[in-house]
């Protein structure tokens, strides 16, 4: 029996754990489970490791992405660079190797968003609205991918982040990929968005929202009313999954 999970402080409404056994049953996929390990603090993390034998592997979710890091033997070089993990893979002698599944998950479904656009991805520059932990992933998928960015935010202290009102045409005409990756808009609050001139948007524009409930949000219907493309991050959540999948499952990973 190998054993996989997710830990979190408030699991109450896990994507993972519906994904995982669905994905079992449906697969054929015999003598695993996947569970939910709530914890109040990340201190209890040696005693779940000590009382679960069969672990494998686990997913990483709020708010312990980076208060695991002491925990573990080695990190991959890109979940490193983002300074977040949320993957770990638990070898058979006990080596706890950290990955970030969110680079991956948002590079692949970056790509496949941006692979209608007449103009090549090397053309794009992108808005990071937001400064917090769901923006180093994209900050890192952005850099390997060479497309040039500025952050983005309700307030700033620094050169390298604007704030939404310093968002003007030159800026807006000349940045075309704008990604959402605050939580407006995500449900309860729908009626929520990024502060963003909507006005100037065109046809050119792509919005990346990674907020994925409700599926069609604010800050995409309203680019979309200016004729932008926009899309949601489920398809992120599943790629993100499949990649914890493959980094449990590959011995050369």
């Known amino acids: ?15 993972s754990k519906k994904y995982f056994t669905e994905k079992f049953e449906k697969e054929g996929i015999k003598d695993v489970t996947y569970e939910l390990f709530e914890m109040a603090t990340i201190e209890e993390f040696p005693e779940l490791l000590k009382n679960q034998p069969f672990l494998s592997g686990l ?127 995500m449900y309860p609050l729908v009626e929520t968005c990024p502060e963003i001139p909507y006005s100037l948007l065109t046809s050119k524009h792509y919005l990346y929202d990674l907020v994925y409930n409700p599926e069609n949000t604010l800050f995409m219907r309203k680019g979309i009313a200016q004729g932008a493309k926009a899309v949601n991050g489920l398809s992120m959540l599943y790629l993100q999954a499949e990649k914890s999948w493959q980094i449990w499952n590959d011995p050369l990973m």
Do not use: C, W
Request: proline content about 4%; glycine content about 8%.
């Open 1 to 15: 029996m190998r054993v996989f999970g997710l830990i979190g402080k408030k699991l109450t409404h896990s994507f």
């Open 59 to 185: 997913n990483i979710t709020i708010p312990y992405k980076l208060e695991v890091l002491p925990f573990l033997h080695e990190i991959d070089i890109a979940a490193e660079r983002i300074g977040a993990v949320n993957v770990i893979k638990i070898s058979k002698n006990g080596r706890l190797k950290g990955y970030n599944s969110d680079y991956y998950g948002f590079q692949s479904s970056l790509l496949d968003f941006l692979s209608s656009a007449t103009a090549p991805i090397t053309q794009f520059k992108a808005l990071i609205l937001g400064t917090g932990g769901a923006s180093r992933a994209v900050r890192v998928a952005l850099e390997d991918l060479n497309i040039p960015f500025l952050y983005v935010s309700r307030q700033s202290d620094t050169a390298d982040v604007l704030i939404y009102k310093q968002l003007e045409l030159e800026i807006i005409e000349s940045y075309t990929l704008i990604i959402n990756t605050t939580p407006l808009g």
